[in-house]
């Protein structure tokens, strides 16, 4: 959420962003005009209400003094009037609060400064690249072709139990997904992360807290009026510091993640349908980090390099970009994603993506912290990333390192997870 402040004192920035963001910055007068509205409504109710209090501490004096009903019956009158007048200013202020609280929910977090402007992807900016891409002697096979041939990966049973966008893993498909998870953990764990393993359910304020709400309540699935499916493990693990006050020496924050991720909006029709790169249901290991102001774009660079980290280890080479303001994400100020090398697409395919919120989530969630007792509080940063996608990793695991015979080598951090070298 934006602070209404900043946007008094400064429309145009928001009117900049808006349309950086592919939005119709026109909203910002609509709600100017509203906020100016709201403003001087507040100011009369609180006249009228000070009125409204002198007059009655007059009747009590009255009444004290010995003044009889008739005396008073008109200044009661009056008051009578008063309270009309108020109770309707108060049903005026609450439509306007109602209207000003849901533009600032349904409005995205301003970019960093550093993020390259532009209308979509083609925009976003390659930071850097790590290793390369393996030449093959054949032609290679995409991921659901082997896994199929595998009989690790059954996409029709799962079409036939659940329907599109879902996977049933079989055998050392299981395994090779449950190892990925794992080493995913057993890594980030190593690197100072506290792991977490969260509810797969949560309520209609979890996910208002982290952005998901009320702007893309169509794409979330929904098990009742209040409660949703999570998306990411991003939504409770950032929750559980909702309504805190933090603690200076708390800080940074750090929690790994695994859960299962659920999301109706799993890529528009006809690109990514086949194999594992959208599905409605799938697998992840999250990082979060809850920190102060002036750390958070440091903790964004090291997040970055610690699900670069899994992927190295992996062997599985990858690319950075720095997302533009068209591209990014609602809730970020600042995004990079890293993109895996996939075979058969010849081409890099997103497998994490690391963002820095700023105070966007904390307003909303009223995540904040003391640097020391008596010190005013301060909304926290947060921050969030894949580390990572648990089935685009299978994805490329499969295809970056098949062989011609059609079987797999598993990659050498995994073995010992795997308990075999090679999937045939």
């Not at 002036?294 to 090291?302: F, H, I, V, W």
């Not at 080479?317 to 990014?328: A, E, F, I, N």
């Not at 008596?374 to 499969?398: E, I, M, W, Y």
Request: contains cysteine; charged residues 30%; aromatic residues 8%.
């Amino acid at each position: 959420m934006l602070d209404i402040r900043r946007i008094r004192q400064n429309p145009q920035e928001l009117r900049d962003m808006l349309a950086s963001r592919n939005m119709d910055p026109a909203a910002v007068d609509a709600f100017l005009e509203k906020d100016e509205k709201r403003r001087a409504l507040l100011a009369e109710t609180e006249e009228k209400k000070a009125l409204r209090n002198q007059t009655s501490k007059q009747i009590g004096a009255l009444k004290k003094n010995g003044a009889s009903d008739a005396e008073t019956a008109a200044i009661m009158e009056e008051m009578r009037k008063l309270g009309d007048e108020i109770a309707a200013l108060d049903e005026d202020m609450a439509e306007l609060d109602a209207a000003t609280n849901d533009f600032l929910l349904r409005t995205p977090n301003y970019p960093h400064a550093s993020v390259p402007l532009g209308k979509d992807d083609t925009f976003n900016v390659e930071q850097r690249r790590w290793g390369t891409p393996r030449a093959f002697a054949w032609e290679p096979k995409p991921h659901w072709d082997i896994g199929t041939d595998l009989k690790i990966l059954d996409f029709d049973a799962a079409a036939k139990i659940s329907g599109a966008r879902f996977t049933v893993y079989r055998g050392l498909g299981a395994r090779l997904e449950r190892a990925i998870i794992s080493f995913f953990l057993d890594t980030h764990i190593a690197a100072g992360y506290e792991e977490i393993l969260p509810p797969y359910m949560v309520t209609r304020a979890t996910m208002t807290g982290t952005g998901q709400l009320p702007k893309f309540e169509e794409d979330a699935y929904k098990v009742d009026a209040n409660t949703f499916l999570i998306p990411t493990a991003e939504v409770p693990v950032t929750n559980l510091y909702r309504d805190m006050m933090l603690d200076g020496a708390q800080l940074p924050i750090r929690h790994c993640a695994y859960s299962a991720c659920f999301r109706s909006e799993a890529g528009s029709a006809g690109r990514d349908t086949r194999g594992l790169i959208r599905q409605h249901q799938f697998n992840k290991v999250e990082m979060v980090k809850i920190v102060k102001p002036e750390t958070s774009y440091d903790e964004l660079e090291s997040m970055t390099a610690e699900a670069e980290k899994v992927l190295q280890l992996l062997g599985l080479p990858y690319r950075v970009v720095c997302l533009s303001t068209g591209d990014m994400g609602f809730s970020a100020a600042k995004t990079y994603d890293i993109e895996v090398w996939m075979p058969s697409y010849n081409r890099y395919v997103e497998i994490s993506s690391c963002s820095n919120c700023e105070d966007f989530q904390a307003r909303r969630a009223n995540i904040r912290y003391r640097e020391a007792a008596g010190d005013k509080p301060q909304f926290c940063h947060t921050l969030n990333g894949s580390g990572v996608a648990v089935g685009r990793t299978v994805a490329a695991v499969l295809e970056n390192y098949q062989n011609e015979d059609g079987s797999v080598t598993v990659p050498e951090a995994l073995r010992a997870l795997m308990h075999v070298d090679i999937i045939r």
